[in-house]
């Protein structure tokens, strides 16, 4: 029974870890009829004709796939651009820890992936008091980016 028991508890947290997120404050959360596969090219295409670039990709399924581990999709795009960087720097040194900002793509379990991402603005927020309103401007513009980045990804 202990053994039934362990099991239970390994499939029971695997399968509450591969759903969609939940919403939560200064997040934005797209679920999808994409897979996982279409939505990470949807994204990577979006970016093409957006005024931002992924700069940075991390991803633990390709990971764990080549060590011989099955885990959902996942993979993170770091997306910024130099002169988002170097307005953001002149605002607040310390904000610089931020960048870039990461949009979010993760397998579900009904087979949909879905988008998901911090706002810029609230990535920003702690900094603010530094960086001014020079600073709250550029997470509000960079919060656009995001939106059209995410409605384009979106789009079928």
């Given at each position: 029974?202990?053994?039934?028991?362990?099991?239970?508890?390994?499939?029971?947290?695997?399968?509450?870890?591969?759903?969609?997120?939940?919403?939560?404050?200064?997040?934005?959360?797209?679920?999808?009829?994409k897979?996982?596969?279409?939505?990470v090219?949807?994204?990577?295409?979006?970016?093409?004709?957006?005024?931002?670039?992924?700069?940075?990709?991390?991803?633990?399924?390709?990971?764990?796939?080549?060590?011989?581990?099955?885990?959902?999709?996942?993979?993170?795009?770091?997306?910024?651009?130099?002169?988002?960087?170097?307005?953001?720097?002149?605002?607040?040194?310390?904000?610089?820890?931020?960048?870039?900002?990461?949009?979010?793509?993760?397998?579900?379990?009904?087979?949909?992936?879905?988008?998901?991402?911090?706002?810029?603005?609230?990535?920003?927020?702690?900094?603010?008091?530094?960086g001014?309103?020079?600073?709250?401007?550029?997470?509000?513009?960079?919060?656009?980016?995001?939106?059209?980045?995410?409605?384009?990804?979106?789009?079928?």
């Open positions: 029974m202990q053994r039934f028991t362990g099991l239970l508890s390994i499939f029971l947290f695997i399968s509450s870890a591969a759903h969609a997120l939940e919403p939560r404050a200064g997040w934005v959360v797209h679920d999808t009829d897979s996982f596969d279409e939505l090219e949807a994204v990577r295409e979006a970016v093409t004709t957006a005024p931002i670039a992924i700069v940075t990709q991390a991803s633990a399924s390709d990971g764990a796939r080549a060590q011989g581990h099955t885990i959902p999709g996942n993979r993170i795009f770091g997306l910024y651009r130099n002169d988002y960087a170097r307005r953001m720097l002149a605002a607040s040194v310390a904000a610089g820890i931020e960048a870039p900002i990461r949009l979010y793509v993760t397998e579900d379990v009904d087979g949909t992936a879905s988008l998901s991402y911090k706002t810029p603005t609230t990535v920003f927020a702690p900094y603010f008091d530094e001014g309103d020079a600073l709250r401007e550029l997470a509000a513009e960079l919060d656009s980016v995001f939106a059209a980045v995410s409605e384009s990804a979106l789009a079928d």
